[in-house]
T-cell receptor, first 115, second 114 residues
Framework: GAGVSQSPSNKVTEKGKDVELRCDPI?????LYWYRQSLGQGLEFLIY????????KSGLPSDRFSAERTGGSVSTLTIQRTQQEDSAVYLC?????????????FGPGTRLTVT | DAKTTQPPSMDCAEGRAANLPCNHS???????VYWYRQIHSQGPQYIIH???NNETNEMASLIITEDRKSSTLILPHATLRDTAVYYC???????????????FGEGTQLTVNP
């Protein structure tokens, strides 16, 4: 079946511009996570959505970052006024529920480069 | 979540078993051991998890010591496609209102050689 998809796969933007990254989770998965991974670094949690509950935004690095999930499915991560330190691979993952008993399935990521 | 320690790198010959160790000496009774891997330029991939019994699936086997302070991931017949960074993580059980975010450490870079 279809896995998690993300678009675009690569995005190059100028410093100060806004970008939107999209994630299509696996159908029926109620939990959705955004992470980012800088070159050679581990995963950094950004935000978590579970069903209709309020999202856990505790990992967002600044108020320039926001995310929404419409209809409990597709999610969009928005970065306003991008900075060079925002350059990273942004990964989306979904799971059947938000507990550890369900593994997370990752998308291929969006590589963001801010010039 | 308990801290884990893994060797930074390992090599394995194609067709041989790859045994990847992980130390988690501070693990508590309700924490599971999880393994993920990340092939270059791809998103992480779930492999296997366990609590205290040994586990096996189509990808790998997980051997957890009786005291649960360490574990070994076994890829029985490694292929070139198994070359990846392997992450061992420990995660607490139970419902979490804040979800089950993953935190990866350095992991082990496994290189399978022809």
């Amino acid at each position: 079946g279809a896995g998690v998809s993300q678009s675009p796969s690569n995005k190059v933007t100028e410093k100060g511009k806004d970008v939107e990254l999209r994630c299509d989770p696996i159908s029926g998965h109620t939990a959705l996570y955004w992470y980012r991974q800088s070159l050679g670094q581990g995963l950094e949690f950004l935000i978590y959505f579970q069903g209709n509950s309020a999202p856990d935004k505790s990992g967002l690095p600044s108020d320039r970052f926001s995310a929404e999930r419409t209809g409990g499915s597709v999610s969009t991560l928005t970065i306003q006024r991008t900075q060079q330190e925002d350059s990273a691979v942004y990964l989306c993952a979904s799971s059947r529920q938000g507990t550890i008993y369900y593994e997370q399935y990752f998308g291929p990521g969006t590589r963001l480069t801010v010039t | 979540d308990a801290k884990t320690t893994q060797p930074p790198s390992m090599d394995c010959a194609e067709g041989r078993a790859a045994n990847l160790p992980c130390n988690h000496s501070t693990i508590s009774g309700n924490e599971y051991v999880y393994w993920y891997r990340q092939i270059h330029s791809q998103g992480p991939q779930y492999i296997i998890h366990g609590l205290k019994n040994n586990e096996t699936n189509e990808m790998a086997s997980l051997i957890i010591t009786e005291d649960r302070k360490s574990s070994t991931l076994i890829l029985p017949h490694a292929t070139l496609r198994d070359t990846a960074v392997y992450y061992c993580i420990v995660r607490v059980a139970g419902l979490q209102t804040s979800g089950s975010r993953l935190t990866f450490g350095e992991g082990t870079q496994l290189t399978v050689n022809p």
